[in-house]
């Protein structure tokens, strides 16, 4: 039901390189380290969002079994079309104004803007959409693995 193989070998590739990217947390034992804002690992997202998004790992591998939690940063304007998850998604604004709505088809006038601060539950299997009212940080964190099943597959980009 779920196309999780089609984003492994991208996402996964971007988050072994963020997580190895933090000192000490790779195969160690001892408690990871802090991490303060300017020190996280930002590079492309996967191909499976649209171009322009930035991604950084904190914990975890979305594309393992397990927590994870991960910060994507969104251009203004940045656009996400309608899609579900296999896992719930817990998203919580850390900068700017995310806009987030629910169902089959982006239309902003049916969703709400969210400020710093703010947060939305997206249960496994609920259609959604998001898309950034200006730039914008969001840290989301969920069971891997991480995947995105577009409600309308011409939207998806890995088929563009």
């Keep these: 039901m779920f196309a999780i193989s089609r984003i492994s070998l991208p996402f ?3 988050a072994a390189f963020s997580i190895g990217a933090q000192p000490g947390f790779a195969g160690s034992h001892d408690a ?8 996280l690992a930002w590079g492309d997202a996967p191909p499976i969002l649209p171009p322009g998004a930035q991604l950084a790992v904190l914990s975890g591998n979305p594309m393992e079994e397990g927590l994870f939690v991960l910060r994507l940063k969104f251009p203004e304007g940045y656009e996400v ?3 579900m998850h296999s896992g719930d998604e817990l998203i919580t604004v850390i900068a700017g104004e995310f806009g987030i709505g ?6 902003m006038d049916k969703g709400e803007v969210l400020p710093v601060g703010g947060f939305v539950e997206m249960p496994a299997g609920h259609p959604h959409f998001a898309w ?6 969001v ?5 891997g693995p991480f995947d995105i099943t577009y ?9 563009q």
């Excluded at 990871?32 to 020190?39: E, T």
């Excluded at 409600?151 to 088929?159: I, N, Q, S, Y």
């Design 132 to 137: 950034a009212a200006t730039e914008v940080v």
């Design 81 to 83: 079309p309608a899609h």
């Design 32 to 39: 990871p380290p802090a991490m303060a804002p300017d020190s």
């Design 102 to 107: 629910h169902g089959k088809k982006l239309d």
């Design 139 to 143: 840290q989301i964190h969920g069971p």
């Design 12 to 14: 996964l590739a971007l």
């Design 151 to 159: 409600m309308d597959p011409a939207d998806d980009p890995m088929t």
